[in-house]
């Protein structure tokens, strides 16, 4: 076998921490980690959030973020060890020999140029094309990619395309330079499964068109199987296990791949109705205050007591306006909103304390839903008091039991935000919401930001509360393996109106419309070759139409 394009030896990582009122002091991120990247090939790199993936990823381009170091170790690049290199060789390589595509391309372009400017400035600077050649590459790039218009494309500012061909005009600023190698970091997760098959298709056929090598991190075992040769499994810095793709999906040696290979085995039945709907939507049609266009139309659900309700539709769809429309954040043109046999004002003003202690809502991102100044106990509290007038011992004592219901215990009520971890914060929140004594609980995306044995566990935890409980969920996501998960029912959501709609096997079983075919043939399943088919799949069909 040829010498790898990328070597990496030993590789250490640290950085120092500065903890309030204690002494600075440095800590490992990465202990020592090995691995290899032919030309043409893709190593996939896989483990939870912490783990060290893109630590390793920007290593590979002598690249320490946030104040991280690489204190051991060696990266060789293309035959040198380029921890040695000088200053200014550093910055050759950067955009001209390793490349790197970020998880948010909008918020890695710059809002005030066009997108061509800033494909081709790499390629320019590096001296690797002039100005015209890097363009027509660009443009060609486009086409490969599958971008409309690729002649004119270019032309547009950032904010004027999708979100998926945004982040496909990403990946053509990385091969525009004729890269060696190239580090894509979670290039998709923040993709809708429509956008992020045509994404991860054009990421396949561009690797094996140009024959560059590449780096590929993601936490979905489901997507790096599909674009990867070799699958590095990382957990706190230290390599799990490392081999084939075929070996790490279908023989994984190790305890926590075996985890993460059969993540998502929830098996939930779907539940009857049973009595009468704790939440009805009635013909919502709804636009967003100085706008002339509905983005919602004509809206019919209903959720029933101790049941999951699964909102699931693309970017745009129309899952989170419905949710502010049931909480009156965005009062509705045309409907109405009952809610525990009475009909909601359209106005979160108008509703009384007991509308809006029944029903609770837990966002995506429990970081910013948080007081980072307060302790746990003081925020699972606050409910507590505002809704019961609970104080002292008697609020202490149902604090520990919410804490206990979450599986945290009572060590953590004067612990802060800061000191949880992602899934722990997010329990945190479950229990603020179980405070109030909800009938019902709008949860938005509560998952999608959290790692898969993470998320795992919240599903579990929110249908075990959901027995003790016997509350409502109304769940809004894109992640059809969540739907499948926890749902009783389905509402499929498409520019604004309900597309399918009834209990979870009716929806989930054929005849399909075109759009839930679409959205349930996206998901990427954890088997070799799935990609392929679908692509072949998708251009036979292309074909006879």
Sequence with gaps: MSEPLLKVRGLKIGATVYPPGEKPHDIDIVHGVDFDVQKGKVLGLIGES??????????????????????????WVNGRDIMQSSIGDIRKLRGGEVTYV??????????????????????????????????DRARVLFEKLGLPDPQNIGDRFPHQVSGGQLQRCMTALAL???????????????????????????????I?????????????????????????????GNMVEYGPVDQIINHPQEEYTQ??????????????????????VRNITARYKGTQFDVLHNVNVDLYPGQTLAVVGESGSG??????????????????????????????????????????MIYQMADVAMNPRQTVGTIIGRPLEFYFGMKGEEKRKRIIELLDEIELGEDFIDRYPAELSGGQ????????????????????????????????????????????????????????????????????????????????????????????????????????????????????ESAGN
């Design 50 to 75: 912490g783990a060290g993936k893109s630590t390793i990823g920007l290593a590979s381009m002598a690249y320490g973020r946030g104040g991280v170091k690489i204190t051991g170790g060696e990266v």
């Design 102 to 135: 970020s998880q948010s391309a909008a918020a890695s372009f710059n809002p005030a140029k066009k997108i061509i400017d800033q494909v081709v400035e790499a390629a320019v600077e590096q001296k690797k094309f002039s100005r015209k050649e890097a363009e």
């Design 176 to 206: 525009c330079p004729e890269p060696d190698l190239v580090v894509f970091d979670e290039p998709t997760t923040a993709l809708d499964v429509t956008t992020q098959i045509d994404v991860l298709m054009a990421i396949k056929e561009a």
């Design 208 to 236: 094996r068109d140009t024959g560059v090598a590449a780096l590929y991190i993601t936490h979905d075992l489901a997507v790096v199987a599909q674009v990867s040769d070799d699958i590095m499994v990382l957990r706190h």
């Design 259 to 280: 985890a993460l290979v059969s993540v998502r085995s929830i098996d939930h039945e779907e539940k009857a109705p049973n009595g009468d709907p704790v939440l009805s």
């Design 319 to 360: 899952k989170s306006t419905l949710a502010r429309v049931i909480t009156g954040l965005l009062p509705p043109r045309e409907g109405e909103i009952e809610f525990a046999g009475r009909t909601l004002t359209p106005d979160l003003a108008g509703r009384s304390p007991e509308d809006l202690r029944e029903l609770q």
């Design 425 to 540: 914060k997010q329990r945190v929140c479950i229990a603020r919401a179980l405070a109030a004594k909800p009938k019902m609980i709008i949860c938005d995306e509560v998952t999608s930001a959290l790692d898969p044995l993470v998320a795992d566990g919240i599903l579990k935890l929110l249908l075990q509360l959901q027995k003790i409980e016997d509350v409502a969920f109304l769940f809004i996501t894109h992640d059809l393996a969540t739907v499948r998960a926890i749902s009783d029912s389905i509402a499929v959501m498409y520019q604004g109106k309900v597309q399918r709609y009834g209990g979870k096997n009716q929806v989930l079983s054929p005849p399909f419309d075109d759009y839930t075919d679409l959205l349930l043939s996206s998901v990427p399943e954890m088997r070799l070759g799935w990609l392929e088919e679908v692509i072949a799949n998708r251009k036979m």
